[in-house]
């Protein structure tokens, strides 16, 4: 079975400061896609970020950088210096293969982030 | 262009009337998807179509109908909802296989049904 778990449900920070999102998930499979989305208040989703479970290397994105640990199935996303637009739901996702080249995905509850001007 | 569009993006519908969504990609991808999402839920996934074949169907209720006329069209028929069906639904599309496979949403269209 395939699962994500987003502990943090709601996040405030004042801007510029740097705010880390942790993501944990749990999968049997060998190979699995990682992602990481935004939403904001619009509704539409956004992708942000990718990590292939072969590619553990770890990096950084403008104001965006992900630790990726398979050791302890952990995929977090950190934002330096944050702005108000960044306020957003944040979803983590799992993606495998679904045998026919599509992917599912099994998203995390996803983290309310506030920044406060 | 990394565009999904989705019309309407808003619907106000009777339990007896029949509506549809549309969805439209041109980045040539051939994986299209349909995801439900209640208020301050995450997004579930409903249908996945892949080359224009249904590949997955996540026991959606049949008042629920899917379509894939096309490689950048999809569909969803509505018939005869509850108004729990009230919700955000959502479209997305991907490339099939490969490492850049990340989902491209619409905005979505936000269902009420009365």
């Known amino acids: 079975a395939q699962k994500v778990t987003q502990a943090q449900t709601e996040i405030s920070v004042v801007e510029k400061e740097d705010v880390t999102l942790d993501c944990v998930y749990e999968?049997?499979?060998?190979?699995?896609?990682l992602f990481w989305y935004k939403q904001p208040p619009s509704g539409e989703l956004v992708f942000l970020i990718r990590?292939?479970?072969?590619?553990?290397q770890n990096e950084i994105s403008g104001r965006y950088s992900w630790n990726f640990q398979k050791s302890t199935s952990s995929f977090n996303f950190t934002i330096t210096a944050s702005q108000v637009v960044d306020s957003a739901v944040y979803f983590c996702?799992?993606?495998f293969g679904t045998g026919a080249g599509s992917y599912q995905l099994t998203f995390g509850k996803g983290t309310k982030l506030s920044v406060i001007p | 262009d990394t565009e999904v569009t989705q019309t309407p993006k808003h619907l106000v519908m009777g339990m007896t009337n029949k509506k549809s969504l549309k969805c439209e990609q041109h980045?040539?991808?051939?994986?299209m998807y349909w995801y439900k999402q209640k208020a301050k839920k995450p997004p579930e996934l409903m249908f996945v179509?892949?080359?224009?074949?249904?590949?997955i169907n996540e026991s959606v209720p049949s008042r629920f109908s899917p379509e894939c006329p096309n490689s950048s069209l999809l569909n969803l028929h509505l018939h005869a909802l509850q108004p729990e069906d009230s919700a955000l639904y959502l479209c997305?599309?991907?490339?099939?296989?490969?490492?850049?496979?990340?989902?491209?949403f619409g905005p979505g269209t936000r269902l009420t049904v009365l």
């Open positions: 997305a599309s991907s490339q099939t296989g490969g490492r850049n496979n990340e989902q491209f």
């Open positions: 999968t049997r499979d060998t190979t699995y896609y």
């Open positions: 990590r292939n479970s072969f590619d553990e």
């Open positions: 996702a799992l993606g």
């Open positions: 980045m040539g991808h051939r994986a």
């Open positions: 179509y892949s080359y224009e074949k249904l590949s």
